[in-house]
């Protein structure tokens, strides 16, 4: 099972820390991946951190202003969001699997956290 949470209303500009921990498995042993899901859009993937700690960056709008990391003592992986723009509000959901970043590769979903970036 996986839970995000640290979603809410921010103002553009402002940062938000999404976690995603982890029940039942290990999270060191998969590739984590962040996806989001704007209203009415289809739900895409934003960055992914692999087993051995590699970044993969699958939304070129969110570069440098969006890291991923993870704790695998805690089981828990983060997506830090700063400098947030109206057009980042979504529905944002972490997963994980095998072997590569992309969302038929993941075998485990969490139920999503929502963002909101309005003034």
């Known amino acids: 099972q996986l839970v995000e949470s640290g979603g809410g209303l921010v103002q553009p500009g402002g940062s938000l820390r999404l976690s995603c921990t982890a029940s039942?498995?290990?999270?060191?042993?998969?590739?984590i991946g962040w996806f989001r899901q704007a209203p009415g859009k289809e739900r895409e993937g934003i960055v992914c951190?692999?087993?051995?700690?590699?970044?993969?960056y699958l939304l070129d709008s969110v570069k440098g202003r969006f890291t991923v990391s993870k704790d695998n003592a805690e089981n828990t992986a983060w997506l830090q969001m700063n400098s947030l723009k109206p057009e980042d509000t979504a529905v944002y959901y972490c997963?994980?699997?095998?072997?590569?970043?992309?969302?038929?590769?993941?075998?485990?979903w969490g139920k999503g956290t929502p963002v909101t970036v309005s003034s």
């Open positions: 039942g498995f290990t999270l060191d042993y998969y590739v």
């Open positions: 951190i692999s087993n051995g700690d590699g970044i993969t």
């Open positions: 997963a994980a699997g095998l072997p590569v970043c992309s969302q038929g590769a993941m075998d485990y």
